[in-house]
Nanobody, 120 residues
Framework: VQLQASGGGSVQPGGSLRLSCAASGNIASVGVMGWYRQAPGNERELVATIGSGGTTSYADSVKGRFTISRDNTKKTVYLQMNSLKPEDTAVYYC???????????????WGQGTQVTVSS
């Protein structure tokens, strides 16, 4: 079971990027999915989460600018980032609670990070 993130890059302030993260492997069910970020010298922080039914939550710093969504058939979570600011620069990590086929418990999984750089 793994999470594969994509979509990072460099953009000017005010620009947009869309991150994707797909879960793959012998998966029975995917629970809460989310995005975290870590800037140099800072701790990893929560950006947004989305439950299997679509309930979302956001860090105050990204409310109104970022939108998290998911496609359960593709086991994929997205993060649409608009009105990007230099302080959004960080490595972004996807996260998901995944139940493997044949298991009854959910285990937390992390994807590899993808760099987002906002600079003029």
């Amino acid at each position: 079971v793994q999470l594969q993130a994509s979509g990072g890059g460099s953009v000017q302030p005010g620009g947009s990027l869309r991150l994707s993260c797909a879960a793959s492997g012998n998966i029975a069910s995917v629970g809460v999915m989310g995005w975290y970020r870590q800037a140099p010298g800072n701790e990893r922080e929560l950006v947004a989460t989305i439950g299997s039914g679509g309930t979302t939550s956001y860090a105050d710093s990204v409310k109104g600018r970022f939108t998290i969504s998911r496609d359960n058939t593709k086991k994929t979570v997205y993060l649409q980032m608009n009105s990007l600011k230099p302080e959004d620069t960080a490595v972004y990590y996807c996260n998901a609670d995944i139940r493997r086929a044949g298991s009854v418990i959910y285990l937390e999984r992390w994807g590899q990070g993808t760099q987002v750089t906002v600079s003029s």
